[in-house]
């Protein structure tokens, strides 16, 4: 496999027909769902998703980066409503219109590391009343354990190319099966 930095620049820069291939392997994957919520690396594969389930996207955003959705607040009342995006690090700003009712959630990423940006969105999710069925990634980068993370708390994790660190590079996973 190719270095770690030829290897990113390869997966952001899919060919429309690799981007196709990857979407038709996940629509077979992935279980029903109301809403796909994108982490940013992940847009255009979340796009595709939505399109072919003819479901809505929501992006989120790490804070900073996100249009802020409430003016300022002037009570702890109303900050106790909001969700705690300040300490979690991450928004999740709902386009115009969203149904009412939705129900489950997939989050979709690029590259599934150590699960820790999934699993603070999922948080923001539950806080809507959405429940994260699954956590889609195109990769899935096995030794940082991010599935471990995200399956211990009840989520099935998708992953289209499991790859792992090894002290010659990047290589396939073969430690364990791909379960799909």
Same mark, same amino acid.
């Given at each position: 496999?190719?270095?770690? &930095?030829?290897?990113?620049? /390869? ?14 392997? %996940? ?13 940013? !690396? ?12 003819? &479901? *809505? ?14 003016? *300022?607040? #002037? ?14 690090? =991450?928004?999740?700003? $709902? ?10 959630? +997939?989050? %979709? $990423?690029? @590259? ?17 009343? =959405? #429940?994260?069925?699954? +956590? ?5 980068? $096995? ?5 471990? /993370?995200?399956?211990? @708390?009840?989520?099935? +994790?998708?992953? +289209?190319?499991?790859?792992? !660190? ?7 996973? /073969? /430690? ?5």
């Amino acid at each position: 496999m190719p270095s770690e &930095t030829l290897f990113e620049d /390869r997966l952001s820069d899919l060919s429309l027909r690799d981007r196709a291939a990857v979407l038709d392997h %996940l629509d077979l994957l992935v279980p029903d769902f109301d809403v796909v919520i994108a982490l940013p !690396d992940a847009e255009k594969m979340a796009r595709g998703l939505a399109r072919m389930r003819g &479901t *809505p996207v929501v992006m989120a955003q790490p804070n900073g980066t996100a249009p802020s959705e409430a003016g *300022p607040q #002037t009570s702890s009342q109303e900050a106790a409503d909001l969700p705690d995006e300040a300490t979690n690090h =991450w928004s999740l700003p $709902t386009p115009d219109p969203l149904p009412e009712d939705i129900q489950t959630a +997939v989050i %979709l $990423t690029r @590259q599934l590391q150590d699960g820790l940006p999934e699993l603070l969105v999922a948080l923001l999710a539950a806080k809507r009343g =959405w #429940t994260v069925r699954a +956590v889609v990634a195109v990769v899935e980068r $096995t030794n940082f354990r991010g599935r471990t /993370r995200l399956e211990l @708390q009840g989520m099935a +994790v998708h992953a +289209v190319l499991q790859i792992a !660190d090894t002290p010659r590079g990047l290589e396939l996973e /073969r /430690r364990f099966p791909n379960p799909e």
